[in-house]
């Protein structure tokens, strides 16, 4: 039996390494002569660098950079390959840098993930791969686009100060110290919303709260976007506002749409691509996967979905396991997973299943297994 093991984290209590590692020995101790291919999976959110360096053999690059409201914060990004670096602006600029007292939206800047990306070019990088949850910014990505040489000034001809409220007074953008690398890299975005820039929907309003803005700073962050986006279309002739995805981690989305030209795409088809997985499905037997807690919710997209999807493209059966069985799983069996195993295998609170992950998931596997070989006794 020929199987690939490739699963998401389980948040809080497993890496996807390790739970891939976990499924592996519960493969092994019912069927010890299986063909066991482990390749860690993330959805293009927290974890994506260490599962796709994982996959790919590839290293941890660790380096100082300004943190949102510019302090130095300790950030790190990861080389899959010779040509590709793959960034979490969470690390440079997420919200959990920020105490929660210190917290300041208007000021906050993605300047530290354009660190990370200049810097990655500068050990040459031509693809940058960016997954850009988590952001504690609402910039519209100028604080990133200053790092790679623009340059955001007002009527008088003065630099802006960092963060997304000073856009308000933006009148042009000069370009002329951008580094010519930024033109010519292939950077492709892990995103998974559909937010304009502004608007009701637009980054301001719907994610501004959640990063400590109040009513008033909410208008005016929204007024400051509509006229970065003003100057954008004047001076670049490109309209991207409207764009899904582009209200994504406080505008970033936008900024790197207009600014380096990015691609914004489903996280799991970027992660999946990145560790060759459709070449790694070839003979394959089976594939599990497997999540925190599996339910309705998981149809819309998550990891085990976008496995299933091209699983089934080769007709490889699909299952998963997971911490948790919620409600509407019958969404999924629709979506091509064709079995799910919880590893919870008596009534227990979560904190005593978070704390026995290891040996609930290997248990887990073991059982599911067992089933496997029944049916296989039966045919």
Avoid at 129 to 140: E, Q
Avoid at 254 to 267: D, M, T
Wanted: aromatic share 4%; charged share 25%; hydrophobic share 40%.
């Amino acid at each position: 039996m020929r199987i690939l093991i490739a699963p998401d984290s389980f948040k809080g209590s497993n890496s996807s390494l390790k739970v891939a590692e976990a499924i592996e020995e519960g493969v092994y101790r019912v069927f010890p002569g299986a063909e066991v291919e482990i390749v860690p999976i993330g959805d293009g959110g927290e974890g994506t660098v260490e599962a796709l360096v994982q996959a790919n053999e590839g290293e941890i690059v660790h380096l100082q950079v300004s943190g949102p409201l510019g302090d130095p914060v300790d950030a790190f990004y990861g080389i899959v390959d010779e040509g590709t670096a793959v960034i979490e602006m969470a690390a440079a600029s997420g919200l959990d840098l920020v105490p929660e007292e210190k917290r300041d939206v208007r000021r906050a800047s993605t300047y530290g993930t354009g660190e990370l990306i200049q810097h990655a070019l500068e050990q040459g990088a031509e693809e940058v791969i960016l997954a850009i949850g988590g952001s504690a910014t609402n910039d519209g990505g100028t604080g990133m686009a200053a790092a790679l040489g623009y340059r955001f000034l007002d009527a008088q001809g003065n630099e802006l100060p960092p963060g997304g409220a000073a856009l308000i007074n933006l009148a042009h953008i000069d370009d002329s110290a951008v580094d010519p690398r930024v033109k010519a890299a292939k950077f492709r975005v892990a995103c998974d919303v559909n937010n304009p820039l502004y608007g009701e929907r637009g980054a301001s309003a719907v994610y501004g709260p959640q990063k400590g803005a109040s009513p008033q700073d909410v208008e005016e962050l929204d007024q400051a976007l509509r006229q970065l986006s003003q100057v954008v279309e004047g001076q670049f002739d490109v309209k991207a506002e409207s764009t899904p995805g582009a209200g994504a981690a406080g505008g970033l989305g936008y900024g790197l749409l207009v600014f380096c030209g990015a691609s914004l795409e489903k996280g799991i088809d970027i992660v999946l691509d990145a560790v060759d997985f459709d070449e790694r499905l070839e003979h394959k037997d089976m594939v599990i996967t497997g999540e925190g807690k599996i339910d309705g919710q998981t149809a819309y997209g998550k990891v085990p979905i976008g496995i299933s999807y091209r699983a089934k493209q080769k007709g490889v059966p699909v299952l998963v396991i997971a911490g948790d069985i919620g409600d509407g799983i019958e969404a999924v069996y629709d979506k091509g997973i064709d079995a799910v195993m919880s590893t919870v295998n008596r009534a227990m609170s979560l904190k005593e299943a978070m704390g026995k992950g290891r040996e609930l998931l290997v248990d887990g596997s073991e059982r599911a297994m067992r089933m496997i070989r029944l049916g296989m006794d039966l045919c």
